[in-house]
Every structure is written in C-alpha cells, then in structure tokens.
C-alpha cells in the first residue's frame, strides 16, 4: 500500500445538491480519498442546510476561501417558485455564487476541456478559449422606462454638492423606451487586474473587445482602466513571459476568434461575456466539459464546474433508475484546486496527482468509454456508454495504468 499525499493548507470544500451532490461524494470515495490524506473545510452548501442557517452557510464559506485562499464548489440550486414549495423554504435565497462572487469580488474565467473524438464545431479550434466575463454592471444592474408617448429623456447627474450634469438622449415625438446603466471604476480595475493575473498564472494571452469607437466615454473607459493598469503593473511581467494584451474592437475580435487556433484569454464585458461563453462552450461540444474558476484581485480561487445539478438525472436517480452523468467538469474542479493547494503550498506531489487524475479523465473517454452525452457528440466509432459510478471507476481503473 503507498502511503497517501499530506496536505498542509484545507481547501474549502463546498457541497451542493442533486445529482452533483451525488457524483461529489462518488469523486471523494473512489478519485480522492484512497491518494490523498485530505484536508478540507466542509461547508454544506445544499438547499436544506442553506435554508435551516438563512444561508449563513454560504457567506461563511465564501469568508473561509478568503482566509484560506482555494475552495472548491459543487453546483448548487439558485432557488425559484417550485423551489420554494419543494424545499418548504423561508425565503427565496439568493444564487449562492453571486453571494460568494460579492464577496470575492472575482471575476468568473470558464474554458473547455478538449478531448480527441470531441470535434469543436469551428474545426481551426485546437486549443481551449478562455472566457473571462466581468460580473459586475452594465445592463444587469439597469434602470428603464418605457415611454408613453411624446417628451424630452435626459441623462441627469448629481454630484454630492449638488451640480447637475445633463445630457439630452432624445426627445421623444412618440413612444418609445430608455435605460439608463453604470459601471465603477473600482469594478473595472478589479476586473482588469483579475484577467492580467490570471493570463500570467496560465501564461496565455489576453484579448479585451468593447465597443469604444461608439460609445466613446463608456466603453473607452474600459478600454482606457485596462490600458493603464496593464502599463504600469503587468507590462514587465508580460514581456518576461513572451505573453501579450491586445485590445481590439468588439466586431474585430469576433471574427479573429473564429479564425483563430485559440489558447488565449478573451476578456468581454458583462453581457459579451453572457452571449460569448455559451457560444464557446456549444461550439467546443457541452457544457458538461466547461470548467470555471472564479479569481479574485487579491488572488483566491474558487473552482467549480460550469453546468448546474443536473436536476432530471437527479430525479431518476430517485426513481432508483440508472443515471450517466458526466462529473468531467466536477472532477476538474478537484483538480484545479488541489494543484492551486499544491502550488500555493510548494506540494508537488499534489499537483502531480492533479495533473494525472485530469490525463485519466482524457484518456478514458479518448479510450472510448464515456457517459451518454458524451457518445453523442464523439466521433468513436463504437463507444462504450458508462452509468455515472461506472464512469468514475473506469478513470480510477485509467489512472492506476498511467505512468507518473
Ligand atoms: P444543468 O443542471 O446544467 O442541466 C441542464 C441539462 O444539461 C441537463 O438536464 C442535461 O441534459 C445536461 N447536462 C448538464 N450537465 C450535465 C452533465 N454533467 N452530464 C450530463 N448531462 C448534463 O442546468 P439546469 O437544468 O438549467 O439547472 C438545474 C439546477 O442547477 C437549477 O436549480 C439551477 O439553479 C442550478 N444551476 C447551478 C449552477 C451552479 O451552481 N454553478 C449553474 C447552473 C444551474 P439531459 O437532461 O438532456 O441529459
Ligand atoms: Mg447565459
């Protein structure tokens, strides 16, 4: 028997619910505890737990990744009205990763997880494109007015001592509708310093696209915030590692990331990043193979898988039905925070592990064993389709083959 990996930092782990909640403990049992002497914080971040603390459990748990630096998260319910009846819950508690996002104040980076038989739709695509997608602002915090009929709409500021800035935005001969949006500088720069970060951290390059030729003090703010904190903090550091930031117009770098071969960072304001990412994710082939990390400015991680519960599978599963689900992107968020504990740490065994367990994953499905989705989408010829348990242990068997 070889003696497991010893950990000296706990990551925090985040439980959550449903079907994930189910591959999460498959992934522990058969993927983590028999290599590694884990350390974890446990939050119990499942809808029952979050309603029985008022969802204190969620805020302590994003107040433990500040302390400790790395968490990873199982998906969790956001919850909605058939929630609350099937749950009995007190309030309609908020989506636990906008609590936990306020709290970090991160930006959310998700990339594809490639795998031969699984043929991006845009065939030039042979490395993983990264979103990074501000979360803060713009039109998810807007303000609207629909008009009735014939006026003046202007745009009105007031400042503390009273001076009033006006702009006209149209009069109206008719109806018609406005909305009125913001942003911060303080949001901007987190944001811009949580991209040059992260591309310095997987040493890639990183694009930004706004739209500043038409909006000229909205979106060149953007653009202008990224470029100064890029000149007098990153440049160096970029220029050391032969990697680049480069600014281009939104319609621009649209079509260079269809031409490209991809392994860059794409950085996109709040709705780009919305629209973009699911984009990138169906033309990669699904959103069971997106990971997501969310990264604050002061650098703490939180890893997570991108798909939600899986609710349906879920559902069978308590019909005592067989499921296969596919807990690629779950065991990935693993991965991804214990080589973070790993590096933080100076733990190369950790990271070793990470690196192995994530080649296991590969080369099973590459192998021709894989979950039904998956089958769907692969161009294996005969495929061996897996329920979820099954799934997981042919990795285990994968990784006991490979070589260190
Ligand atoms: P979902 O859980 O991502 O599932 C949507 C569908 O995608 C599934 O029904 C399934 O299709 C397929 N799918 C997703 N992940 C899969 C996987 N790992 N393996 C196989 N198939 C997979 O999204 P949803 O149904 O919209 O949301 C369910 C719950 O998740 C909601 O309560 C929502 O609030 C929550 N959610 C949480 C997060 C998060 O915590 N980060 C993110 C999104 C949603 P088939 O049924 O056709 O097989
Ligand atoms: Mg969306």
Not at 100 to 113: H, K, N, S, Y
Request: hydrophobic content about 35%; charged content about 25%.
């Amino acid at each position: 028997m070889m003696t497991k990996i010893q950990m000296t930092t706990p990551l925090v782990e985040m439980d959550g619910d449903e079907m994930t909640r189910i591959l999460w403990k498959m992934i522990k049992d058969e993927l983590i505890l028999p290599y590694i002497d884990l350390k974890t914080e446990y939050y119990d971040l499942g809808l029952e737990h979050r309603n029985e603390t008022n969802d204190q459990v969620t805020v302590d748990s994003a107040e433990a990744t500040k302390k400790y630096g790395v968490a990873v998260k199982c998906a969790t319910i956001t919850p909605n009205a058939a929630r609350m009846t099937e749950y009995s819950l007190k309030e309609m508690w908020k989506s636990p990763n906008g609590t936990i996002r306020a709290i970090l104040d991160g930006t959310v980076f998700r990339a594809p997880i490639l795998i031969k038989g699984i043929v991006p739709y845009v065939k030039n695509w042979t490395k993983p494109i990264t979103i990074a997608r501000h979360a803060y602002g713009d039109v998810y915090k807007n303000t609207e007015i629909k008009v009735p009929g014939k006026g003046k709409a202007e745009l009105v500021f007031t400042a503390e001592d009273g001076t009033e800035t006006r702009e006209l935005i149209h009069n109206f001969e008719g109806s018609g509708i406005i909305q009125g949006i913001h942003n911060t500088k303080e949001s901007i720069s987190s944001f811009a310093r949580a991209c040059f970060g992260y591309a310095i951290d997987t040493k890639q390059d990183l694009w930004f696209a706004t739209k500043d030729t038409i909006s000229k003090k909205y979106d060149h703010t953007f653009k202008d915030i990224f470029q100064e904190i890029f000149d007098a903090e990153y440049k160096e550091q970029f220029e050391k590692l032969g990697i680049e930031y480069f600014y281009t117009l939104i319609d621009d770098a649209v079509a260079r990331v269809i031409r490209s071969e991809g392994g860059f960072i794409w950085a996109c304001k709040n709705y780009d990043g919305d629209v973009m990412s699911d984009m990138v994710a169906t033309a990669y082939g699904d959103l069971s193979m997106m990971t997501s990390v969310l990264v604050s400015p002061s650098g703490v991680y939180e890893y997570e898988a991108a798909h939600g519960t899986v609710q349906r599978h879920y559902y069978k599963h308590l019909k005592g039905e067989e499921t296969s689900t596919n807990s690629i992107a779950t065991i990935f968020a693993w991965t991804g925070a214990l080589r973070k504990r790993g590096e933080l740490d100076g733990i190369q065994e950790l990271q070793d592990f990470a690196d192995k367990l994530d080649r296991a994953c590969i080369r099973t499905v590459e192998d021709g064993k894989m979950t039904k989705s998956l089958s769907l989408i692969s161009t294996c010829e005969n495929p061996v389709i897996l329920n979820s348990l099954d799934f997981i242990r042919a990795i285990r068997e994968t990784f006991e083959t490979l070589q260190d």
